[in-house]
T-cell receptor, first 113, second 112 residues
Framework: SQTIHQWPATLVQPVGSPLSLECTVE??????LYWYRQAAGRGLQLLFY??????ISSEVPQNLSASRPQDRQFILSSKKLLLSDSGFYLC????????????FGSGTRLTVV | DAKTTQPPSMDCAEGRAANLPCNHS???????VYWYRQIHSQGPQYIIH???NNETNEMASLIITEDRKSSTLILPHATLRDTAVYYC?????????????FGQGTELSVKP
């Protein structure tokens, strides 16, 4: 069966520090991968998605970047965190094609102080 | 991209059916309707999806109108653990698989 792993679960980082959040998927190949962010009390915002290795699409301009070095690995990064980067970050995957559902990871709660 | 409209909140008595409506009047012919829910501080959980026919699984039923401009998610016997934000989403994109764009959802409160 397919599983998605996301870590760490919580993170407290100072302003100006770098960030690296990792997400891996098991039990499938060539998935679509996604990073979402949820600010406190608000809906989920799609940040990045990827349909293949090295292929990244950014949905909103921001202080973050994403990379997909391997088929089932998706990384969210920042060189210098801002206070506004605080939030709940979720990774998700979906199979290719129009009918498959998304499976979300358990999320990382990032607090920038 | 087709947009969805949902009531911001609803209440339901425990043991009763919860009927959550969603309008998606600009949906196109090849777009699916998806329902997810998010319990506080957890990742969203897939519930059900459909294209034009009604669908049922162990969690819920999805009723899509014939013109596909609206749908209803039905939780047949709501429990306290069904308290969550429910998102109705129309999936955009083509053969590569589309993006899920979340709206604000409906906050369902199941009360004893």
């Amino acid at each position: 069966s397919q599983t998605i792993h996301q870590w760490p679960a919580t993170l407290v980082q100072p302003v100006g520090s770098p960030l690296s959040l990792e997400c891996t998927v098991e039990g499938t190949s060539n998935p679509n991968l996604y990073w979402y962010r949820q600010a406190a009390g608000r809906g989920l915002q799609l940040l990045f998605y990827s349909v293949g290795i090295g292929q990244i699409s950014s949905e909103v301009p921001q202080n973050l970047s994403a990379s997909r070095p391997q088929d089932r690995q998706f990384i969210l990064s920042s060189k210098k965190l801002l206070l506004s980067d605080s939030g709940f970050y979720l990774c998700a995957w979906s199979p290719k094609g129009g009918g498959g559902g998304y499976t979300f990871g358990s999320g990382t709660r990032l607090t920038v102080v | 991209d087709a947009k969805t409209t949902q009531p911001p909140s609803m209440d339901c008595a425990e043991g009763r059916a919860a009927n959550l409506p969603c309008n998606h009047s600009t949906i196109s012919g090849n777009e699916y309707v998806y329902w997810y829910r998010q319990i506080h501080s957890q990742g969203p959980q897939y519930i059900i999806h459909g294209l034009k026919n009604n669908e049922t699984n162990e969690m819920a039923s999805l009723i899509i109108t014939e013109d596909r401009k609206s749908s209803t998610l039905i939780l047949p016997h709501a429990t306290l653990r069904d308290t969550a934000v429910y998102y109705c989403i129309v999936r955009v994109g083509g053969l590569q698989g589309g993006k899920l764009i979340f709206g604000q959802g409906t906050e369902l409160s199941v009360k004893p």
